[in-house]
């Protein structure tokens, strides 16, 4: 079945500090690849997303790029601010997969000032 | 403001009890999802309902019942069947055309004792 992996954490950074986030996935075929972001206490949000392969998703700073050939879908940002603490998630979506979303198990991220 | 509301936040419970947690959402969305969520466990999928009167059993349904009278809500059933009920319980919807573009509401924190 279809699988998400992500690099374990915590990730703790200093402001203005190079982001990675490690993500790669198992599937059959060709999904269609998500980060999502979780603020202490709230419910997830769609951060940015990638339908196929070589697609660039890119939101609020942050960008991830599908590399069919990896299966991988890292996320990047090249200066955090203390706002981008939170919990992210990297997803696939596959159709004909009952409209099921795959989590994988989350990483968060800490950055001081 | 469209969105999904989670009612209540917090929630205490004896063990033995059933519980419901409320999910509505005014987006005229047709899928809605639950997801239990656990530290270092990631999302898990326990009931998705796709339109009305319609649901199905995700990943982890043992223990669990939904129901979907009303394209506007489904609620949960935590019942005392659960053996690890304490989590966090997170709602989510989507539309029939993005079913992989999920808004989630704040979550609901259900501890049993």
């Known amino acids: 079945g279809n699988s998400v992996t992500q690099m374990e954490g915590p990730v703790t950074l200093s402001e203005e500090a190079f982001l990675t986030i490690n993500c790669t996935y198992t599937?059959?075929?060709?999904?269609?690849l998500f980060w999502y972001v979780q603020y202490p206490g709230e419910g997830l949000q769609l951060l940015l997303k990638?339908?196929?392969?070589?697609d660039k998703g890119s939101n609020k700073g942050f960008e991830a790029t599908y590399r069919k050939e990896t299966t991988s879908f890292h996320l990047e940002k090249g200066s955090v601010q203390v706002s981008d603490s939170a919990v992210y998630f990297c997803?696939?979506?596959?159709?004909?997969?009952?409209?099921?979303?795959?989590f994988g198990k989350g990483t968060l991220l800490t950055v001081n000032p | 403001d469209g969105g999904i509301t989670q009612s209540p936040k917090y929630l205490f419970r004896k063990e033995g009890q059933n519980v419901t947690l409320s999910c509505e959402q005014n987006?005229?969305?047709?899928?809605m999802y639950w997801y239990r969520q656990d530290p270092g466990q990631g999302l898990r999928l326990i009931y998705y309902?796709?339109?009305?009167?319609?649901?199905q059993k995700g990943d982890i349904a043992e223990g669990y019942s939904v129901s979907r009278e009303k394209k506007e809500s489904f609620p949960l059933t935590v019942t005392s069947a659960q053996k690890n009920p304490t989590a966090f319980y997170l709602c989510?919807?989507?539309?029939?055309?993005?079913?992989?573009?999920?808004?989630f509401g704040p979550g609901t924190r259900l501890t049993v004792t």
């Open positions: 997803a696939l979506f596959q159709g004909g997969s009952n409209y099921k979303l795959t």
């Open positions: 599937a059959t075929g060709y999904p269609s």
């Open positions: 990638a339908t196929k392969a070589d």
């Open positions: 987006l005229n969305h047709d899928a």
């Open positions: 309902s796709q339109i009305v009167n319609d649901f």
């Open positions: 989510a919807s989507a539309t029939g055309g993005a079913v992989y573009e999920q808004y």
